[in-house]
């Protein structure tokens, strides 16, 4: 076989492993609760396809990366926020991707992007896959899809829709006052700030644009002004 063969091979035998990752992946968001989901995952997923090749990044280590970023979600959740999903989630995935051929470089750089994703995670993103991991999940917490998913986690915790009368950015996470609202002023309002590519800067500013737009006319529809 010559060196393209070879080459050739190598690609299908990483293709069938994609279909076991895929899967194994799949199983461990069964019960999960559906803002961080498997269809989340999906998502972020499909804008590492979208976003990867144009940054130049190593497609392999950034959809396993983007497979697996978020298997460690239901023990956070479990915990009120006591636990870091993404530190957890890079625990269990390095026994996850062993078998699936990849060098000692890309696991440990797969085990550095989910370690890295997370906004409030201690870990920043150093490579660019792990960049652009960052930037993907991102994206799918703005925008319309982040809007629909802000008020989907409150309602998944019982917060209400929303306090005018405290200030909400003080208010506890995982509480009664943990609304979409609260979401956006904490964390959604900063993302188009923290990409880390040029791709999910240009995608965040149309996203950007138009959940602010949306939570003003939310207040002026709540408070009876129009």
Known sequence: MDAFGVKMAGAAQQNRAWKGLGATAKRLFMGARSSHDWEHTQRVCRLCR????????????LLAAG???????????????????????????????APHGFSKDQKENILHCIRAHRFRGKAAPKTIEAKVLFDADKLDAIGAVGIARAYLFAGEIGARLHNPFVKIEAMPPYSVNDTGFREYK?????????MHTDTGRRLAEDRHRFMEGFFQRFLEEHAGKR
Request: with cysteine; glycine share 12%.
């Open 50 to 61: 979208r976003m990867g090749p144009a940054e130049g990044a190593d497609m392999d280590v």
């Open 186 to 194: 904490v964390k959604l309002i900063k993302i188009r700030d923290r």
């Open 67 to 97: 497979y697996l970023h978020d298997i460690g979600r239901c023990f956070e959740d479990a915990a009120n926020g006591d636990v870091c999903h993404a530190e957890k989630g890079a625990q269990m995935a390095g026994e996850i991707i």
